[in-house]
Nanobody
Framework: QVQLVESGGGLVQPGESLRLSCVAS????????MGWYRQAPGKQRELVAT???????NYADSLKGRFTISRDNAKNTVYLQMNSLKYEDTAVYYC??????????WGQGTQVTVSP
């Protein structure tokens, strides 16, 4: 079992930045992949970024260059740095811990709203 708690969401203006944090209830050192997903109103949940235990990262093509995922194993925390935010980035952002092909856990989500 892994409990995930996200924080850092909020209301920002276009062009501003936010950093999301996801704290896990236990060590993430051995967790195969930690990731961020998002779900906008009326849309399906989609991948934002993942970071593997081996140090590899993967991003949604449309977000490369603006978003950066990082994991601090010592703090059991995964971060998502979001820069140059756009209206279309408005969504609930979810943290994910991918333990194996059959086991994964989700956080409760944090709302990000980009609005003037």
């Amino acid at each position: 079992q892994v409990q995930l708690v996200e924080s850092g969401g909020g209301l920002v203006q276009p062009g501003e930045s936010l950093r999301l944090s996801c704290v896990a209830s236990r060590s993430i050192f051995s967790i195969a992949a930690m990731g961020w997903y998002r779900q906008a109103p009326g849309k399906q949940r989609e991948l934002v970024a993942t970071a593997t235990s081996g140090g590899n990262t993967n991003y949604a093509d449309s977000l490369k260059g603006r978003f950066t995922i990082s994991r601090d194993n010592a703090k059991n925390t995964v971060y998502l740095q979001m820069n140059s935010l756009k209206y279309e980035d408005t969504a609930v952002y979810y943290c994910n811990a991918h333990i194996s092909w059959s086991t994964e856990f989700w956080g409760q989500g944090t709302q990000v709203t980009v609005s003037p």
